[in-house]
């Protein structure tokens, strides 16, 4: 962990990128900016391209704040070059970071935990079309986020379709099969699961427009859902969380069908830090402002990987 001081340290904060979730991190990154300001802490902004290091160097930066989501900036990238260049960052490291992003890896490394695992198979472009499938069944970009690169499919001519729009994102796709229930999400912060957050998407799917768009969600914090319930979707994050090495705050989705299991669908490592974001609303529910967790998170940046002398 690193040894911060406000006189010396300048906090560089990560945000914009590379990725489709570009605008997403754009407005994380500037509610974190404004939030190390209001603690006195000097923040910078770097919008990361490919002179990121010379931007970095540059701004005199001696921290980063990671506010990127997405492909090269929460899948490993950036957290590689920020090891290379012996700068602290926030959130999880290269390993665990590289695993989480990909919705395949991450399944296969929970696999026989005990982690409730929705049915899956994995299709490559190239393959035949897949035939033995269950509809309804959702079909994944595995390094997808903000719900880019998933398609619900009730029949084979959505399926067909769906996999020509996910083979945009990526050249293979993962087919899950739906689990019908409500939508729940855990965040961890420091190995610690928060209070559960129930979604209510007012469509039928929890897509991008649901997630973004203003009045589109109900969010309820804590979700109002039976403890065993919340116990076992904080135990299986948790787990989750351990098992994949992560660090600072992630944040795992679970949907939770009519018999009352929570079934993992994903764990973000860099999750939505706005302040109507929803780690951000669990950790109000125990009393952790939003300027809380950013300066909590700031203080917990570090390097991951040791370097002999």
Not at 25 to 43: D, E, Q, T, Y
Not at 182 to 193: F, N, S
Not at 211 to 221: D, P, S
Not at 266 to 275: D, S, V
Request: aromatic residues 6%; proline residues 6%; contains cysteine.
């Amino acid at each position: 962990m690193s040894v911060l001081s406000k006189e010396t340290t300048v906090v560089g904060v990560l945000l914009g990128g590379m990725s489709p979730e570009r605008p997403i991190s754009l407005k994380s990154g500037h509610a974190v900016s404004a939030a190390l300001a209001r603690r006195g802490w000097r923040a910078v902004e770097i919008d990361v391209g490919p002179d990121l290091p010379a931007q970095l160097v540059a701004q005199g930066v001696t921290v980063c704040w990671l506010a990127l989501h997405g492909i090269l900036g929460e899948d490993g990238c950036v957290q590689g070059m920020c090891e290379v260049m012996r700068l602290p960052y926030t959130g999880s490291g290269v390993l665990g970071s590289a695993v989480a992003m990909d919705k395949v890896a991450t399944k296969r490394a929970l696999r026989g935990l005990g982690i409730p695992l929705c049915a899956d198979t994995v299709w490559r472009q190239g393959d035949p079309f897949p035939e033995d499938v269950t509809f309804p069944v959702m079909a994944k970009t595995p390094e997808g986020g903000s719900t880019l690169g998933i398609r619900k499919c009730h029949d084979a001519a959505e399926l067909e379709a769906a996999l020509l729009y996910c083979g945009e994102f990526a050249p293979e796709v993962l087919l899950e099969q739906f689990v019908a229930g409500d939508e729940i999400t855990v965040a961890v912060l420091d190995g610690e699961p928060l209070p559960v957050v129930s979604i209510v998407p007012h469509t039928e799917f929890f897509d991008f427009e649901a997630k973004y768009q203003k009045g589109k969600t109900t969010y309820v914090a804590p979700a109002p859902i039976p403890e065993s319930v919340s116990t076992a979707a904080q135990r299986s994050a948790r787990l989750a969380y351990e098992t994949l090495h992560l660090s600072g705050v992630a944040r795992a989705d679970f949907i939770v069908d009519a018999a009352g299991t929570p079934w993992f669908l994903e764990i973000n490592t860099l999750p939505g830090m706005t302040e109507t974001s929803l780690s951000p609303m669990a950790a109000g529910v125990v009393g952790m402002t939003f300027d809380d967790l950013v300066e909590r998170l700031l203080l917990g940046a570090r390097l991951h990987v040791q370097v002999q002398a």
